[in-house]
């Protein structure tokens, strides 16, 4: 047997929802007994959605998945294409309660209940509470929460280029995972046998794990950016990776949202970006600062890279992601941008590095706290506001009727505009605005 022909078992090995299950099993996550009884008869509001969510049929012939690596001479790779487009379906049955037994099983998996198509997390026997708030926790570094809450206090409390230049790396890493999901386009796990404890990027394709390449992009980064600029022993760094990068793989798969070769497949997939655009990191933050017409690039450039993505791929929270990850970053660097001309918040000059960090006080802890507070509420209030104004204004321009707006906002022509304007003054808000506050308050 070839080298190829090995790789390509392993490939299938690693892509069964099997070992999947197995897993979640090993941490005390079971599905209900009556779901291994009885197949769930799908609802009449189920086959409505069987053109978004593709035919759900062809997830049950795999021990796999139906996008992946096959053996040879197999028929599992006869999925029907999506309506409309091609490529194999995303076909992930919604997490649909089956009717339960005499024992009755909690929900675990309802904190990401998908507000667009209204699925939740599936009920399943969980005997393993501690492991399940772990892998919660774990899985939130990779979704908007962490990030709303993380790069900004990044910025505002402890170092302004490294939060910039984070964003930057997370931007470049998440765009391409986004955009090579909707070109391979391989589904989620097969369920049964697997548990979808969390459907929130249930409509997305698989391969890879943004989530892992998130994990992995983030930790690295920070010791990347850090190490020489600050003074700490790396020994920190170095047992902050691989707790942080485990811990968001493994929550993948014990929430069921991902495979073992979509994990593998996403961390390698991050190292190899890093290895080749790190080193032009530098230089994108230096030209996003002091490029006379860098605001209007990086909003052309941005657009751009949306337009391409946006037409890989039939409505699902990849979308809207995508559009959100690019709002963000050319918010971010515009921001910086006025920032650094109008003098609001400098970065240190080099010949004091590396900085060392400043006794932790009562007064310095109290005005962190006073930044993040005012700052969030602001943030918030800001995002509420634009999203009050361009779903309506994007509705009305294009004739969409924006009386249920879950509906309006699966509309590229709502989705797009809603999400890169409204995260992009978020973005400039986090980098202009809110410092500006602090300044003008006296608390920067």
């Given at each position: 047997?070839?080298?190829?022909?090995?790789?390509?078992?392993?490939?299938?090995?690693?892509?069964?929802?099997?070992?999947?299950?197995?897993?979640?099993?090993?941490?005390?996550?079971?599905?209900?007994?009556?779901?291994?009884?009885?197949?769930?008869?799908?609802?009449?509001?189920?086959?409505?959605?069987?053109?978004?969510?593709?035919?759900?049929?062809?997830?049950?012939?795999?021990?796999?998945?139906?996008?992946?690596?096959?053996?040879?001479?197999?028929?599992?790779?006869?999925?029907?294409?999506?309506?409309?487009?091609?490529?194999?379906?995303?076909?992930?049955?919604?997490?649909?309660?089956?009717?339960?037994?005499?024992?009755?099983?909690?929900?675990?998996?309802?904190?990401?209940?998908?507000?667009?198509?209204?699925?939740?997390?599936?009920?399943?026997?969980?005997?393993?509470?501690?492991?399940?708030?772990?892998?919660?926790?774990?899985?939130?570094?990779?979704?908007?929460?962490?990030?709303?809450?993380?790069?900004?206090?990044?910025?505002?409390?402890?170092?302004?280029?490294?939060?910039?230049?984070?964003?930057?790396?997370?931007?470049?890493?998440?765009?391409?995972?986004?955009?090579?999901?909707?070109?391979?386009?391989?589904?989620?796990?097969?369920?049964?046998?697997?548990?979808?404890?969390?459907?929130?990027?249930?409509?997305?394709?698989?391969?890879?794990?943004?989530?892992?390449?998130?994990?992995?992009?983030?930790?690295?980064?920070?010791?990347?950016?850090?190490?020489?600029?600050?003074?700490?022993?790396?020994?920190?760094?170095?047992?902050?990776?691989?707790?942080?990068?485990?811990?968001?793989?493994?929550?993948?798969?014990?929430?069921?949202?991902?495979?073992?070769?979509?994990?593998?497949?996403?961390?390698?997939?991050?190292?190899?970006?890093?290895?080749?655009?790190?080193?032009?990191?530098?230089?994108?933050?230096?030209?996003?600062?002091?490029?006379?017409?860098?605001?209007?690039?990086?909003?052309?450039?941005?657009?751009?890279?949306?337009?391409?993505?946006?037409?890989?791929?039939?409505?699902?929270?990849?979308?809207?992601?995508?559009?959100?990850?690019?709002?963000?970053?050319?918010?971010?660097?515009?921001?910086?941008?006025?920032?650094?001309?109008?003098?609001?918040?400098?970065?240190?000059?080099?010949?004091?590095?590396?900085?060392?960090?400043?006794?932790?006080?009562?007064?310095?802890?109290?005005?962190?706290?006073?930044?993040?507070?005012?700052?969030?509420?602001?943030?918030?209030?800001?995002?509420?506001?634009?999203?009050?104004?361009?779903?309506?204004?994007?509705?009305?321009?294009?004739?969409?009727?924006?009386?249920?707006?879950?509906?309006?906002?699966?509309?590229?022509?709502?989705?797009?505009?809603?999400?890169?304007?409204?995260?992009?003054?978020?973005?400039?808000?986090?980098?202009?605005?809110?410092?500006?506050i602090f300044f003008f308050i006296g608390i920067s």
């Open positions: 047997m070839s080298l190829r022909q090995r790789l390509a078992q392993l490939a299938v090995c690693l892509q069964e929802p099997q070992k999947v299950a197995r897993f979640q099993r090993l941490c005390g996550v079971e599905a209900p007994r009556s779901r291994s009884a009885a197949a769930p008869v799908p609802r009449e509001d189920e086959k409505a959605e069987a053109p978004l969510s593709g035919d759900s049929q062809c997830r049950e012939r795999l021990p796999g998945a139906c996008g992946g690596p096959q053996p040879s001479g197999s028929d599992r790779n006869q999925c029907p294409a999506k309506p409309g487009g091609g490529g194999a379906p995303n076909g992930v049955r919604n997490g649909l309660a089956t009717e339960l037994g005499p024992a009755s099983p909690r929900r675990a998996g309802a904190l990401r209940r998908n507000s667009l198509t209204g699925e939740e997390g599936e009920l399943a026997h969980v005997s393993n509470w501690p492991l399940y708030y772990l892998f919660c926790f774990g899985t939130e570094l990779g979704n908007e929460l962490f990030y709303i809450l993380f790069f900004p206090f990044w910025i505002w409390n402890l170092d302004a280029l490294v939060g910039r230049r984070l964003v930057i790396i997370w931007v470049l890493v998440m765009y391409l995972g986004q955009c090579t999901k909707d070109i391979i386009r391989w589904p989620r796990p097969a369920s049964p046998p697997v548990v979808k404890l969390e459907v929130f990027y249930n409509s997305e394709y698989s391969m890879p794990s943004t989530h892992a390449m998130s994990g992995t992009a983030i930790p690295i980064a920070m010791v990347l950016l850090t190490y020489s600029r600050w003074q700490y022993p790396l020994i920190y760094g170095l047992i902050l990776v691989p707790c942080w990068c485990s811990l968001v793989c493994l929550s993948r798969i014990y929430m069921g949202m991902h495979s073992i070769l979509d994990i593998i497949a996403g961390f390698l997939y991050t190292i190899l970006i890093l290895a080749i655009f790190y080193p032009f990191v530098d230089l994108i933050d230096s030209f996003n600062q002091t490029h006379k017409y860098a605001p209007l690039i990086i909003i052309g450039l941005h657009l751009a890279l949306g337009i391409f993505s946006f037409t890989l791929d039939t409505w699902s929270t990849s979308r809207g992601d995508t559009a959100e990850i690019l709002g963000s970053g050319a918010g971010i660097a515009c921001g910086s941008h006025v920032t650094y001309n109008v003098g609001l918040m400098l970065d240190p000059p080099l010949d004091i590095l590396p900085l060392v960090r400043p006794p932790l006080t009562v007064t310095l802890f109290g005005r962190a706290m006073l930044r993040i507070l005012i700052g969030m509420v602001f943030v918030l209030i800001v995002r509420v506001i634009m999203k009050k104004i361009t779903i309506p204004l994007a509705c009305k321009i294009f004739n969409i009727p924006c009386d249920d707006v879950r509906k309006a906002r699966q509309h590229m022509e709502v989705e797009l505009p809603y999400r890169y304007i409204t995260y992009g003054m978020v973005g400039f808000s986090i980098t202009f605005l809110v410092p500006y």
